[in-house]
């Protein structure tokens, strides 16, 4: 089955705390991205991924780190995290050749961090 | 720059009635149109999307929205809602060029009572 498979579901933190929110998908995407999603908001992109070792900020990028080593895998890395970064996280893919192929979501991350 | 606007954070509704849910964009470029649904613990999931010809686009579960690109908008229609499409309905563009960002609007939450 087609997917995007984010780990863990759900994580509550302490301020400081690395932690690591990992994203995984199995359609040989080449585009990769990271949103988070806060009431009123919408979902807002953080990062995202052209293609192996090709990363670039989103709107949001502040506070965050990616890395894109393999095709399948796109981490979100928080390495100080901070109560301002409590919100839902989805990590989305797409094939990548053209922007008119509908991007694929992940379950969520819900990330408190206290 | 790119922005999309719903206007209506939440729309209650009763089983069976018609719905719209309103979306508007503003875009100096051509764009793509997207509508997608969150489900509560899920990912989302899309709906229909607009990329050219026909200006009335059909999509799953019965709902549709029309392109009209004097008014920039993009309303999402279904003419007799379930209780099972309470959910969360994002309105997107992304730009017809390279660009693979979704621009999100900030949600519309619909409310089917019995």
Partial sequence: ?114 | AQSVTQLDSQVPVFEEAPVELRCNYSSSVSVYLFWYVQYPNQGLQLLLKYLSGSTLVKGINGFEAEFNKSQTSFHLRKPSVHISDTAEYFCAVIRMDSSYKLIFGSGTRLLVRP
């Fill in chain 1, 1 to 114: 089955e087609a997917q995007v498979t984010q780990n863990p579901r759900y994580l509550i933190t302490v301020t400081g705390k690395k932690l690591t929110v990992t994203c995984s998908q199995n359609m040989n995407h080449e585009y990769m991205s990271w949103y988070r999603q806060d009431p009123g908001l919408g979902l807002r992109q953080i990062y995202y991924s052209m293609n192996v070792e090709v990363t670039d900020k989103g709107d949001v990028p502040e506070g965050y780190k990616v890395s894109r080593k393999e095709k399948r895998n796109f981490p979100l890395i928080l390495e100080s995290p901070s109560p301002n970064q409590t919100s839902l996280y989805f990590c989305a893919s797409s094939p990548g050749q053209t922007s008119n192929q509908p991007q694929h979501f992940g379950d969520g991350t819900r990330l408190s961090i206290l």
